[in-house]
């Protein structure tokens, strides 16, 4: 069933910038036109994605959409004229006239319809998005936080397990905190998620690296301390430890120097 696009959807319906499609999951769209006196069914298919989510499944759910779609708004421009101004579907965006947003949404995919009733131009684009990787949203960028935010010492497949048995929206944005990252908040990260698995467990919930990612201005990132000398005076000169506020500056001698008394 067609459901009008609201205003905050609208931009949904246009072109988008490649890492937004990565973002949406979005797999291509179907450009069309009515043709000569919009009685005609011309069409496009213009790929937005890796080749990867344009499987048979889709296509050949994409092709009953159309095929339906046709019986009803898309079926010619009278029909299409006739849809649209009797509809809640106004979006903005259009360059010269007024355009129409409609969903259509099923178990894995969505289908954003947007109409443009006039001659002269192309009558409609149908985008296509596959919710299941717009709910992971994932860009490279992201996955390869992920990949590098694990011990060197430790197999990849630690992360990949985690991805698996974990809630993609939470993933989801673990991940686009982490793209937000400079070098610094990304060290912080780091040096949590190793101090963790120093602990000796087998998984880091997912809630706890998104509050690592979010930890950054709570930690220091001291990258000349490499000793735990260097630490610890780096804790007592900046009040980390407030037993040692009155402890004298000069190095200890042990053992103290004998001392004979004379009779």
């Not at 291509?28 to 043709?35: A, K, L, Q, S, Y």
């Not at 994605?49 to 339906?68: G, M, W």
């Not at 998104?210 to 930690?219: E, H, L, P, R, V």
């Amino acid at each position: 069933m067609l459901c009008p696009a609201s205003p905050e959807e609208a931009g949904l319906f246009y072109a988008q910038t490649p890492e937004r499609d990565e973002e949406l999951g979005t797999i291509g769209h179907v450009r069309i036109d009515f043709g000569y006196k919009g009685k005609e069914f011309w069409h496009t298919w213009w790929p937005r994605d890796p080749e990867e989510l344009n499987t048979q499944e889709f296509r050949d759910e994409l092709d009953k959409v159309v095929n339906d779609l046709r019986r009803g708004v898309l079926k010619d421009l009278s029909s299409m004229r006739r849809y649209c101004y009797g509809s809640a579907g106004k979006i903005e965006g259009g360059s010269c006239c007024q355009n129409y947003g409609f969903t259509l949404e099923t178990g894995r995919y969505i289908y954003r319809l947007r109409c443009n009733p006039t001659e002269g131009d192309y009558q409609a684009y149908l985008s296509c998005f596959d919710k299941q990787a717009q709910r992971m949203g994932l860009t490279e960028q992201g996955h390869q936080r992920l990949r590098d935010a694990a011990d060197p010492a430790l197999p990849h497949d630690y992360l990949n397990k985690r991805i698996q048995e974990t809630d993609f929206f939470q993933l989801n944005a673990l991940a686009k905190r982490l793209a937000e990252l400079d070098t610094r908040g990304m060290a912080v990260f780091e040096g949590l998620v190793c101090m963790d698995i120093q602990k000796g467990g087998e998984t880091i919930p997912i809630g706890s690296l998104i509050d690592y990612a979010y930890s950054g201005d709570c930690c220091h990132v001291m990258e000349d301390i490499v000793t735990d000398e260097e630490l610890g005076m780096f804790l007592v000169e900046n009040g980390f430890i407030p037993e040692a506020e009155d402890l004298s500056d000069r190095t200890p001698v042990w053992p103290p120097p004998m001392t004979c008394g004379i009779s």
